[in-house]
């Protein structure tokens, strides 16, 4: 039976997402492996007896091969192990559940607001273009692009949260406040998150369909006697999907891997302050622990993305 | 006498160029066109490419396409000024009243969207009537128009369905809507002749059907005389002549008009086949790398010195992969491929120089065939470098020589490809190919995209040419009007196979096989009443077998 190109396109990129996170697991064990230094001297400090330090070395199976190593490291991370944080002896995966559930609570909440707000304002900005809206929707998302976001940050914890009062300028966030509670401790780190990202992805959505309006087939719309905003939802905008989804997608991989520097200026419990934290302390197992959620999630979103342009394409969806 | 459906009254429009290296300018592209036409009504626009028919077409709608502005005259519809609308006003009169085909239903169809959710968009947005009232009257317009299993057609998306259905769907489409106007732009222009047919009797009798008013337009006279009751002759955005359509093509009064009546008018007496053929093809099969099915099947074909070899057929028959295999493109999986007497390697790459050189090929798109970016006399001059050595003032000399022969003289050898019009590109593509002093030229489409008169003139300097320089030319076409021009034999192309080979005389004799019947019959001639007489015969012949 001939499989549906559909099915096989999405299996092959499902396989490659798999491969890719196979070999982003090795690099990241080589990356750690390679740093200078003794873990079983970090831990033990200076003034730790060599007989102690063999002791340890053999404990952590620091002695196996490098390969056996690996190996032990990535079948337990399998199982959902990811080891004993070195500094603390706390379990890392508990450690890092609840951060990385507030990071994509961060990130969930600032991209719930951040693409629709982006295509919209892409959809005028194509609507009006060259005229007053379009400038000031380009030029003011090209300039909140433009400025780096801690700088951002402490402007908006500035205005917002000193000047005005309106949220709080630490995020701190706890399991016994409610969702709307937690809304307004994140308002802050949100609003520079939406401004960051929400140029990038309005340009994008913007010179993609500004690309596909040249087709005859908008013109055939606009002959149609339809109207402007019709004939972009309707008629520009489907066929700019998949550009608009890859842009859209690197930009969520951004809000969950690259919020380092807003969760470090608001003092959000994240995964990016736990990660910095512990590259601080030489925490290897922690380190490697973060490095794999995080080149899982850029991996994920990006084969996502390949899957939604799959789809959207009609010559792949209904074969001849 | 009741107000006429479209009065346009002195018409200008103007667009912006952009000369190349100069500032840009604003020309006038319309000079003050004026007509009226009746309610049910065709209107044929014929005119040769920049005449402008489009761009008066589209008029009708307040249209400018691009940078085109309307600037002065009346556009009179249903007997208000549509030039003086506003963006609500012209929306209710695009789509509703006057309705649009172009002529690549291709492109104008959204890949995105199905066929039916097209079709009856305008209907749905003007408020005209429901969905389901829509779809059915979209359902009666299929099948009106020939269309397969008109209930579920709608279901399908643009790139499921042929170019011939697609174009009858861009019909149904602007049909659907019941508009008192349909602008018709070259919509069987990109079609094959056998599909062209088709499309053009549904079209004639879908207008006839639900008595449309129909603005046509072409650049071809034959088949515009089929639809239209009259016909208006542009030229450089000016009319030229307007009268009915019996008066247009059987009594003339403009030379222009005639010129464009009588085109094709080349007169060439077939030769004789010589003892020794420049090319033999044997067998040849053909397929392209990773696919299960040969586009050529055991082709086999000569030709002789200074002859014309014209290979006809359809797209998708094997013609432009019969001169990839030949030029070595394409290594033929059997068969064998000897020139001047010497078997040619099925490589390109293996071949000699003067293999290469003692065979040139010339393009049906000749923008795309050069640099842009270089001379005429470096992109001619190349050639006469490569293969002869000429340098400096010698090259100079004989890139002017070839200028000459070509009829384009001083003044070119230092212009760009940008500057010249596009019966000028394809001359230096073949005065390049001349600088090489070929036995043959494979010439694939090469007057496809010209201008009837233009494509004459081309034809004839290439006639010229072979009895200066006694060259060969395998002549690719679909054009079976060209192939009468300039052939002394032909190979008729279908599906991968020559399913007809021999002198023109004998191959252009009956009796026919059914392929190059139906090619040769669906071939439009400039008189009335033609396309009955075809569709007549065919019903009578279907009915017979």
């Known amino acids: 039976m001939a499989v549906h190109p559909v099915v096989k396109l999405m299996t092959q990129r499902l396989a490659l997402g798999l491969l890719l996170l196979l070999a982003a697991s090795v690099l990241i064990f080589v990356g750690t492996q390679i740093l200078p230094g003794d873990v079983a001297q970090a831990i033990l400090g200076q003034s730790a007896t060599p007989q102690a330090l063999a002791n340890m070395r053999e404990a952590m199976g620091l002695n196996d091969p490098a390969y056996v190593r690996y190996l032990h490291w990535l079948g337990a991370a399998l199982h959902g192990d990811l080891g004993q944080s070195l500094t603390n002896g706390e379990d890392v995966a508990e450690a890092i559940g609840k951060r990385f559930g507030n990071t994509l609570f961060l990130a969930v909440v600032a991209a719930v607001i951040a693409v629709p707000t982006a295509i919209i304002l892409g959809l005028i900005a194509v609507r009006y273009q060259g005229r007053w809206p379009d400038r000031l929707i380009s030029g003011v998302t090209l300039a909140t692009v433009s400025v780096p976001e801690f700088l951002l940050g402490y402007v908006v914890m500035f205005l917002l949260a000193v000047k005005y009062r309106l949220a709080p300028s630490v995020s701190t966030i706890y399991d016994t406040m409610s969702l709307g509670e937690k809304l307004h401790a994140i308002a802050l780190p949100v609003i520079v998150l939406v401004l960051v990202v929400l140029g990038h992805m309005m340009r994008m959505t913007r010179a993609a369909i500004l690309n596909v309006m040249q087709s005859a087939y908008v013109e055939t719309a606009e002959l149609k006697g339809l109207r402007p905003f019709l004939i972009i939802a309707r008629h520009a905008f489907p066929n700019a999907i998949s550009p608009v989804v890859n842009v859209v997608m690197i930009n969520l991989a951004y809000l969950v891997v690259g919020v380092v520097v807003v969760e470090v200026v608001f003092v959000y419990p994240g995964m990016g302050q736990y990660l910095v934290d512990h590259v601080a302390k030489r925490d290897v197992p922690v380190v490697q622990a973060c490095g794999l959620i995080f080149a899982a999630v850029y991996i994920i979103l990006n084969v996502a993305a390949d899957v939604i342009s799959i789809l959207a394409n009609p010559r792949l969806r209904h074969p001849k | ?545």
């Open chain 2, 1 to 545: 006498m009741a107000d006429p459906l479209v009065d346009v009254r002195n018409l200008k429009i103007e667009a912006t160029a952009y000369p190349p290296g100069e500032p840009p300018q604003d020309i006038t592209i319309v000079h003050g066109v004026s007509f009226t036409l009746e309610k049910g009504k065709v209107l044929g626009l014929i005119g040769e490419s920049g005449a402008g028919k489009s761009t008066i077409g589209l008029s009708a709608m307040a249209y400018g396409r691009g940078g085109v502005r309307i600037t002065g005259g009346e556009v009179f519809v249903n007997g208000r000024d549509i030039l003086k609308l506003g963006p609500g006003g012209l929306r209710s009169l695009r789509g509703h009243e006057v309705t649009y085909v172009a002529q690549s239903a291709a492109a104008a169809f959204n890949p995105a969207k199905r066929i039916m959710d097209q079709v009856i968009e305008t209907t749905l947005a003007h408020g005209l009537s429901g969905r389901a009232e829509a779809e059915a009257r979209a359902v009666i317009l299929f099948g009106q128009l020939g269309l397969p299993n008109p209930e579920t057609f709608g279901n399908r998306y643009p790139h499921q369905v042929s170019g011939g259905q697609l174009q009858r769907a861009m019909t149904a489409m602007a049909l659907c809507p019941k508009p008192d106007l349909v602008i018709f732009d070259e919509p069987t222009t990109a079609l094959d002749v056998t599909t062209q047919i088709d499309v053009l009797s549904a079209i004639k009798e879908a207008i006839h059907d639900t008595g449309v008013a129909a603005l046509y337009i072409t650049h071809d006279l034959a088949v515009v005389a089929q639809v239209s009751d009259h016909i208006m002759v542009l030229r450089h955005g000016r009319m030229v002549e307007y009268g009915d359509t019996g008066q247009i093509i059987g009594a003339p009064r403009q030379d222009y008009t005639r010129a464009l009546v009588s085109v094709r008018s080349i007169e060439h007496e077939e030769k004789r086949p010589t003892a020794e053929p420049v090319l033999k093809v044997e067998g040849v099969t053909a397929r392209y790398r990773g696919t299960d099915f040969d586009v050529l099947k055991n082709v086999s074909v000569e030709l002789h010195p200074g002859q014309t070899l014209a290979v006809v057929g359809e797209s998708g028959s094997g013609k432009s992969t019969l001169a990839r295999a030949i030029t070595g493109l394409l290594p033929p999986t059997r068969g064998r491929i000897s020139f001047a007497g010497r078997e040619l390697s099925a490589e390109q790459r293996a071949r000699s120089r003067d293999d290469l050189r003692e065979l040139q090929m010339i393009y049906q798109m000749a923008d795309t065939a050069m640099n842009p970016r270089h001379t005429v006399g470096t992109i001619i001059g190349r050639p006469a470098e490569f293969y002869f050595g000429l340098r400096g003032e010698a090259k100079r000399k004989r890139v002017q020589e070839l200028l000459d022969e070509i009829e384009m003289g001083k003044g070119f050898i230092d212009r760009y490809p940008a500057e010249l019009s596009g019966g000028q590109k394809q001359r230096v593509c073949i005065a390049r190919a001349l600088a090489a002093k070929p036995r043959m030229i494979i010439c694939d489409e090469v007057t496809s995209a010209l201008d009837p008169l233009v494509a004459d003139g081309i034809l004839k300097l290439l006639l010229n040419l072979q009895k200066i320089e006694g060259v060969a030319y395998l002549f690719i076409t679909h054009d079976l009007a060209t192939v009468r021009a300039i052939a002394d034999s032909i190979a008729v192309m279908y599906r991968g196979e020559v399913v007809r080979y021999g002198s023109k005389s004998d191959v252009l004799a009956p009796p026919f096989d059914d392929y190059t019947d139906l090619l040769l019959s669906s071939v439009p001639e400039m008189r009335l009443g033609w396309l009955e007489d075809v569709l007549k015969h065919r019903r009578m012949e279907s009915a017979g077998n």
